[in-house]
């Protein structure tokens, strides 16, 4: 027998294959050390805990589960608009949180449901043309619409009259509207463009926690 042929056996390491016991331990370990991602392929849901109840949901009860999204949304950008609790510790104003959060489940989430499975029906496609229709459409018709009942909203839960109101909408829903356009053309052409009409109020309101905390600090704001 050669020297080649008497070492071989030894010198050459063994073929780790994708079935591996050793693949697959560490693989195991890996998902059980994780509390967060889990192995889509032996865990119901995907990698992530939750995702597909959710998604289930949204096919089943899709106002309701919308409704209960932008109240969450609404709910974590005005918790953060009251600075002063992460700041300095001061007392939360519940009766803010709660219009706020109120304002998210009554009509943030409904209404945006129904606008945007129409404004696909009448601009189907996710062609160039299309989406920037759709973000003409959601900025300059939708947005004053939703910004005046915002602050029609705000008022009546206050208490103030109508005129109070009509001042408040006069004063403030133009800086509203710029307040929009710097935030939701670039947001909404990757709403057109990638996200599904199914997902687009779940997007909306991880895009909204941000330019929430703006509205709600200009929602509040004494005219």
Known sequence: MSYKAEISGIGEPALVTDKSPLIIQIQTNAVESSPLFRDPTIAEGGAIPG????????????ITLKALTSLVGWLLADLI??????????????????????????????????FYNWLDEIIPGTEAVHVFSKVAVDQLFWCPIFMSVFFTYLGLVNGDSFATIGNKIKTDLFNACQGSWKVWPMAHFINFKFVSNKWRIPYINAVQIAFNIFLSLLGTKTT
């Open 51 to 62: 995702l597909h109840a959710y998604s289930d949901a949204l096919d089943k009860y899709p």
């Open 81 to 114: 608009a009251q600075h002063q609790v992460f700041i300095v510790g001061g007392p939360i104003d519940y009766m803010r949180l709660a219009t706020l959060s109120s304002f998210g489940f009554i009509y943030h989430g409904p209404s945006g449901h129904y």
